[in-house]
Nanobody, 124 residues
């Protein structure tokens, strides 16, 4: 069974940094665009950041632009999200996604593969 597994979440204070990791169980996903979404309690899941399969293109939501950086290592079937200057509003469960189509990375599609999520809690 192909899986995406996130790690690196935790509880931090405002202004701190965290680095999330997501590893795929099979190299098949190395040809996919990868991204991160998040879902706060009582809110819809929202797009955070995306990166094309080769890593040359990235895309961020306005709420994290300039603070978060997405990267990937296809040799390790991994994608990362470096989160700096964290705010309480960043508190959410963060999900890794693999999308075969870079043009739809910011949308939730029925053919996407998802991880189980990792909790990020930022206190003031």
């Amino acid at each position: 069974q192909v899986r995406l597994e996130e790690s690196g979440g935790g509880s931090v204070k405002a202004g701190d940094s965290l680095r999330l990791s997501c590893e795929a169980s099979e190299s098949f996903f190395s040809g996919y665009a990868k991204g991160w979404f998040r879902q706060a309690p009582g809110k819809e899941r929202e797009f955070v950041a995306g990166i094309s399969w080769g890593g040359s293109n990235t895309y961020y939501s306005d709420s994290v632009k300039g603070r978060f950086t997405i990267s990937r290592d296809n040799a390790k079937n991994a994608v990362y999200l470096q989160m700096n200057s964290l705010k309480p509003s960043d508190t959410a469960v963060y999900y890794c996604v693999a999308d075969p189509d870079w043009s739809t990375i910011a949308k939730m599609n029925p053919y996407d593969a998802w991880g189980q999520g990792t909790q990020v809690t930022v206190s003031s």
